[in-house]
């Protein structure tokens, strides 16, 4: 379960340098389809997290 926690983290770090260096520069463009894919991008982004979140209670609880 910490693998799958660890991989989620480094996917959710991935999305995010995707967007710092892909995305987010081409906003000034006004482009919908940008715009879109932002949302998109941080929409998968917020649902790892709370994958990460998930896997992070389950960890806690086996523990104990």
Do not use: C, S
Not at 2 to 26: E, S
């Amino acid at each position: 379960m910490l693998l799958i926690k660890v991989a989620l983290v480094a996917v959710v770090a991935l999305f995010g340098l995707y967007n710092t260096k892909h995305v987010v520069p081409r906003l000034d463009d006004r482009a919908m389809d940008t715009t879109h894919q932002l949302r998109r991008t941080v929409l998968v982004e917020a649902l790892l997290m709370l994958a990460v979140v998930l896997a992070t209670a389950i960890l806690v609880n086996a523990e104990t």
